[in-house]
């Protein structure tokens, strides 16, 4: 079935810093979507792209969507303590509505003060 | 805008009994929900797809009679959990379509069955 690699794991950086995590996939995507999740929580939707090289900003959040179509980037610029948490990025390869979405492990984002 | 709530936000139950979670889209409608499975430090599993007005389409390897579905209104769906048993302690979450692809998240709801 559809996969959608994040790595690694884990990231820690420290406070201030930027960061920058990607999503890969093996097929091709029509949608890239990038959530946050805290502990406890359910995910927040950030950022959502629809056309191949979109790059779309949310505050201090930016994601881009590949042109191969084949993987996604979400980056993080100035980082605060409140953006620890698992962040997830999630597609969709299908051109129906209200469609299904493959999720990635997700990436757990630590920020040291 | 775009807000899900679930209820309850957690519950205890006694080994085979059932549970009812309630999916909501408060601000919007939404013809489709679905319901996810998440164990600790994993991602989102899908369960079903769950759609206005029809039955539920389960994932492979969901049970559809030990996991109930019901979308009575284009607000409300509901998970039931029957004859639960101390492996279908979990956290449950919905989420809701508002537009094309987007799924909007409720809270979740932890289920512990003893």
């Known amino acids: 079935g559809q996969q959608l690699n994040q790595s690694p794991q884990s990231m820690f950086i420290q406070e201030g810093e930027d960061v920058s995590m990607n999503c890969t996939s093996s097929s091709i995507f029509n949608t890239w979507l990038w959530y946050k999740q805290d502990p406890g929580e359910g995910p927040v939707l950030l950022i959502a792209l629809y056309k191949a090289g979109e790059l779309t900003s949310n505050g201090r959040l930016t994601a881009q969507f590949g042109i191969t179509r084949k993987d996604s980037f979400l980056n993080i610029s100035a980082s605060i303590p409140s953006d620890v948490g698992i962040y997830f990025c999630?597609?969709?390869?299908?051109?129906?509505?209200?469609?299904?979405?493959?999720f990635g492990k997700g990436i757990t984002l630590s920020v040291r003060p | 805008g775009a807000v899900v709530s679930q209820h309850p936000s957690w519950v205890i139950c006694k080994s085979g009994t059932s549970v009812k979670i309630e999916c909501r889209s408060l601000d919007f409608q939404a013809t489709t929900m679905f319901w996810y499975r998440q164990f600790p430090k994993q991602s989102l599993m899908l369960m079903a797809t769950s759609n206005e007005g029809s039955k539920a389409t389960y994932e492979q390897g969901v049970e559809k009679d030990k996991f109930l579905i019901n979308h009575a209104s284009l607000t409300l769906s509901t998970l039931t959990v029957t004859s639960a048993h101390p492996e279908d302690s979990s956290f449950y979450i919905c989420s809701a379509v508002l537009v094309s692809y987007e799924q909007y998240f409720g809270p979740g709801t932890r289920l512990t069955v003893t």
């Open positions: 999630a597609g969709t390869s299908y051109t129906g509505a209200n469609s299904k979405l493959t």
